[in-house]
């Protein structure tokens, strides 16, 4: 896999965005604006324009400052209405407001009486807090119950709803903030154990169907949007793991989920408006953390970074961080592993920096699975160092590192053999998913250098290394997908179909690329893995609507189609794949002569550090993998290969 050496050049014709952005600059007739500059309301300049003179800088100076100033007075009367409206409310609720005065004030929208200012700057004083707190208790009550209580009629009816817990409530202990439970002894000498919860935010076990109806009646009906929340988010992951053909049990017609799903995730973003000053309650809290686990599912990596960094943002306003709660704790840990892991798979810098990664106290009983979950977010915390800041003293410690983290997870977990004696499904699963995450991690390690093998032997095994997570990635993978035997669905996460289709190219690039020597039956064992996970997401795509799993498993085939002369395509095909690179397949004929030559373009950042080009980020996984074609994107690396097609 040797790097690619062709850089862009600078052209003549690019824009200074353009050029700092490392994208073709083109422009329409007539316009004085490159797409790309007007797509991203950039400000199109050429690269060799003209200094301003120091007249033109001080005009523009003096405009900045009156457009300043404007702004800041219409923000000062926009502060000034919203606080007259919430006086008015008050003075209504305490019976002591001036009928004549009200409908004056009503007709005139923001009245200029003194009086009424000194009304409104009493409000903001400190002993008049409560005051304000019950008028914005008014305001939230008046704007948002009725439309909560027009999202509680569109619910499924009493028998769907029951339905759709049952299927899913055997993944309900995996999601984040489950239950926890440990044994424990009844007494420090006694020989006998007991079943204890050790972590409980509140949401139904596995075994509770009918308790979970309560969750959602009771939780309906709170007065806290926190709460409700949180029941609304932990029933769209029940909604997001329906298969495509689900059906309303009263009348029979599929019931359309992803509809539910945009209500309620609407319905939570405008209660967390209104309840996030100056921070949310621990109740929104958690319901960001599952909101954050929904969006990874369906494939909204930056949606989920985005939530999970808001959540970090009112968990240290609370002062989770610092909390002797266990509830506190927990939820605080779920917050900065899930940061640290996502971070790293985006490229973007971390948000808790390591001081305030404790390890939670008082754990008599440690679960293995959370020590775990520990572990890889240190590991993925000091990648991200180095990729950011370029420590590369922090990666000769990486190895050390992975060992011991291999060492923590037992040989069995997430096979057939431990989900014939698993406590749960839920357990089995999260272990298939810890073992994919490991393998995934493993290839972030040793990847960047594992290209430099080509020209430095001792490299070998780093490479030897990386191509061996990935085969790992795989099979986790496909164990993961063996624990679909009925009632238990095939899993629909978008994530994890695409860490294993990402694991699939790496060794496809390694295959076409022949810089690895193998014998041809290991080269035949390795295709046939590629093609059998692309059967798989098949198969997935016939039971949910995965565009992951769909798009992932057609390139898979093309690709495979390609090196084995039987791709077909009239038209090139080509992908450029979100956090992973580019792919072209084409189909030739060289004038010359009759023979037909596949050729094979891959492009990608993968074999780099984990850095992302501008805006890469604005794509999601389950985007059309094709309207990206023609962007022009650089990557650090680029392979160009030709097969013989077959005639």
């Not at 008028?135 to 769907?160: C, F, G, V, W």
């Not at 440990?182 to 079943?195: D, E």
């Not at 793991?241 to 059906?247: E, N, Q, S, V």
């Not at 993961?480 to 860490?499: D, I, N, Q, T």
Request: aromatic share 8%; proline share 4%; net charge negative.
């Amino acid at each position: 896999m040797e790097p690619q050496n062709k850089r862009m050049r600078l052209g003549i014709k690019s824009c200074t965005e353009c050029r700092r952005r490392k994208v073709k600059c083109m422009f329409d007739e007539r316009q004085n604006e490159c797409r790309q500059c007007k797509a991203h309301s950039l400000v199109c300049q050429s690269q060799y324009a003209s200094s301003p003179s120091s007249d033109d800088k001080d005009q523009m100076i003096q405009e900045l400052t009156q457009f300043v100033g404007q702004v800041e007075k219409r923000m000062a009367s926009m502060q000034a209405a919203i606080d007259t409206l919430a006086s008015k409310l008050g003075s209504k609720a305490n019976h002591n407001a001036n009928p004549e005065n009200g409908a004056g004030a009503a007709r005139d929208g923001l009245s200029e009486n003194p009086d009424q200012q000194d009304e409104v700057r009493n409000l903001r004083k400190p002993q008049n807090a409560k005051l304000r707190s019950d008028l914005i208790a008014k305001l939230e009550l008046q704007i948002l119950r009725p439309r909560l209580k027009s999202m509680i009629d569109d619910l499924p009816n009493r028998p769907t709803l029951s339905k759709i817990l049952e299927y899913t409530q055997a993944t309900w202990m995996s999601w984040p903030l489950s239950t926890k439970q440990s044994f424990q002894k009844v007494t420090p000498s006694s020989l006998s154990c007991v079943l204890v919860k050790t972590f409980d935010a509140g949401f139904p076990m596995s075994t509770e169907k009918n308790s979970a109806l309560s969750f959602v009646d009771n939780s309906l009906h709170s007065r806290d949007f926190g709460v409700i929340s949180k029941c609304l988010i932990w029933l769209c992951l029940s909604f997001q793991k329906l298969p495509k053909d689900f059906k309303d049990v009263e009348t029979g017609l599929p019931l359309r989920s992803q509809k539910l799903i945009t209500r309620y995730l609407a319905t939570v973003e405008t209660f967390y408006q209104v309840s996030s000053t100056p921070a949310c309650n621990i109740d929104f809290v958690q319901a960001i953390v599952l909101q954050y686990e929904l969006f990874v599912s369906m494939g909204r990596l930056s949606a989920a970074w985005k939530c999970i960094r808001a959540g970090i943002e009112n968990a240290m306003i609370l002062g989770l961080y610092r909390s002797q709660s266990s509830l506190h704790q927990g939820v605080w840990e779920a917050l900065w592993i899930r940061d640290r892991q996502l971070s790293l798979f985006l490229g973007l810098p971390y948000g808790v920096p390591e001081h305030l990664t404790l390890t939670t106290t008082g754990e008599e009983y440690p679960m293995p699975e959370t020590e775990v979950f520990r572990k890889i977010a240190a590991i993925s915390g000091h990648i991200s160092e180095r990729d950011q800041l370029g420590q590369d003293a922090e990666i000769s410690c990486m190895p050390v590192e992975m060992d011991e983290l291999k060492a923590m997870i037992p040989d069995d977990w997430g096979t057939k053999v431990e989900f014939e004696s698993a406590f749960s499904f839920a357990q089995v699963f999260v272990h298939t998913n810890i073992r994919l995450f490991y393998h995934t991690l493993n290839q972030m390690v040793h990847l960047p250098y594992a290209r430099l093998a080509n020209e430095d032997r001792s490299y070998e095994q780093i490479k030897i290394a990386a191509l061996e997570s990935a085969e790992g990635a795989i099979r986790a993978y496909q164990d993961m997908r063996a624990l679909e035997v009925k009632p238990y669905g095939p899993a629909s996460s978008e994530f994890l179909h695409f860490l294993a289709f990402s694991a699939a190219v790496i060794l496809a690039v390694d295959l076409v690329s022949q810089e690895t020597s193998r014998s041809a039956e290991e080269e035949r064992r390795l295709w046939t893995m590629i093609t059998e996970l692309a059967s798989r997401m098949r198969e997935t795509c016939r039971v949910l609507d995965s565009a992951v799993a769909s798009q992932a498993a057609e390139v898979l085939e093309n690709l495979q189609a390609a090196c084995s002369g039987t791709f077909d395509g009239l038209e090139p095909y080509v992908v450029t794949i979100p956090f992973f690179g580019r792919i072209l397949i084409n189909a030739r004929r060289h004038s010359q002569s009759e023979v037909t030559k596949n050729i094979v373009v891959l492009e990608t950042n993968v074999f780099s550090s984990r850095m992302p080009d501008e805006y890469a980020t604005e794509w999601d996984l389950a985007d059309d993998w094709s309207k990206g074609a023609d962007d022009d994107l650089y990557y650090e690396w680029k392979g160009v290969y030709e097969f013989s097609a077959s005639n």
